[in-house]
């Protein structure tokens, strides 16, 4: 199966910017989720989708950071503006169900300058 | 929130066992626990789940007390690209099936 594909790769902004990130999960995954990595450190959950509604938005930072799934299946993460503590790698990933294992995508790397 | 607490780095060599111990004190009656790999530049991959006793597949296994406060990743005979940073997590079911990372375990394995 195709797994999570992710969109840019790699992506470099001046701070005060805007940036959009891409997600395709891996289909018929109903959940999907955004983290976000700060070099050093395990993934930081942002939000997580329940086919196209929100099951947790709580660690968002909800003054800069917005994302959508439209119509269930691929997702946006937008930044506006950003600042330079957003530099991190943007991870994407979809599960089928219940306890089924997460699938990642290669992520986003954003440096914000 | 089902915290974990696991050592932030390990060495090993070639073709020795490593056991990774992660503690998870306050893990809910419909938790369960699942390990992840990550190599850099890349997302973090799925390695084995479960909920309670013990699980092995094809390249880990997994011991869970029957306290369930803490569990142990048991990965047989090394090989160098075993090196990577392995997080414990607790799956929280109740909550959509949430799933938390900590800071992870470095493993280095040397020749």
């Known amino acids: 199966e195709a797994g999570v594909a992710q969109s840019p790769r790699y992506k470099i902004i001046e701070k005060r910017q805007s940036v959009a990130f891409w997600c395709n999960p891996i289909s018929g995954h109903a959940t999907l989720y955004w983290y976000q990595q700060i070099l050093g450190q395990g993934p930081k959950l942002l939000i997580q989708f329940q086919n196209n509604g929100v099951v947790d938005d709580s660690q968002l930072p909800k003054d800069r950071f917005s994302a959508e799934r439209l119509k269930g299946v691929d997702s946006t993460l937008k930044i506006q503006p950003a600042k330079l503590e957003d530099s991190a790698v943007y991870l994407c990933a979809s599960s089928f169900e219940g306890n089924s294992p997460l699938h990642f995508g290669n992520g986003t790397r954003l440096t914000v300058t | 929130l089902a915290k974990t607490t696991q050592p932030i780095s390990m060495d090993s060599y070639e073709g020795q066992e490593v056991n990774i111990t992660c503690s998870h004190n306050?893990?809910?009656?419909?938790?369960?626990i699942t390990w992840y790999q990550q190599f850099p530049s890349q997302g973090p991959r799925f390695i084995i789940q479960?909920?309670?006793t013990k699980v092995t597949n094809e390249v880990a296994s997994l011991f869970i007390p029957a306290d369930r406060k803490s569990s142990t990743l048991s990965l047989p005979r090394v090989s160098l690209s075993d090196t990577a940073v392995y997080y414990c997590?607790?799956?929280?079911?109740?909550?959509?099936?949430?799933?938390?990372f900590g800071g992870g375990t470095r493993v280095l394995v040397k020749p």
């Open positions: 306050n893990i809910a009656t419909n938790d369960y």
């Open positions: 997590l607790v799956g929280e079911l109740a909550a959509g099936n949430k799933l938390t």
């Open positions: 479960g909920y309670k």
